[in-house]
C-alpha cells in the first residue's frame, strides 16, 4: 500500500527529492513522498557498497519502477556506512513508506555544515509547489 503524502519536519531536503535525517554523526538518506509517487512502483534498488565514498550532489545509485531507472542523489558527501538490505530485497517498501523501513543508505558525514544547504520541510513544500 502506498503512503499518504508527507514532508516529516525533521528532515533536510535535497532539490532531487532526497531526504537526510541527521542521527549524531551519521545521517540516514532517502527519497521523498514525491519521489516515490512520481517513480510508480519501485522494483529494483541499486545501492553502493559499504565502505564507498559518496559525494554531494552526485548519483550515488538507482531505483528502477515500473515506468523508468532513477538516480539517487547525494544530499550531503561522506562515506557509506550501511545499506538497507530490505529494500533490496523488498523494493517496493520505498513506496509503502519512505521515511521509515524504505531509507536507502546511512552515511558518516565527511562535510556536516553541507545539511545547512538543504530545505526545511517548508521550503521544499514551496519548492514543490513551484515545478
Known sequence: MAAEESYPPDLRYHREHDWV?????????????FAQDALGEVVFYDPPAVGATVEKDKPYGE????????????????????????????????????YGEGWLIRVRLT????????MD???????????
Not at 121 to 131: I, S
Open 63 to 98: 531505483l528502477e519502477s515500473v515506468k523508468a531507472v532513477s538516480d539517487i542523489f547525494t544530499p550531503a558527501s561522506g562515506e557509506v556506512v550501511a545499506v538497507n538490505e530490505a529494500v533490496q530485497e523488498r523494493p517496493e517498501i520505498v513506496n509503502e513508506d519512505p
Open 111 to 118: 562535510e556536516p555544515a553541507q545539511l545547512d544547504e538543504l
Open 121 to 131: 520541510e517548508a521550503a521544499y513544500r514551496q519548492y514543490l509547489a513551484g515545478l
Open 21 to 33: 535525517r541527521l542521527d549524531g554523526d551519521e545521517a540516514v538518506f532517502g527519497i521523498t513522498w
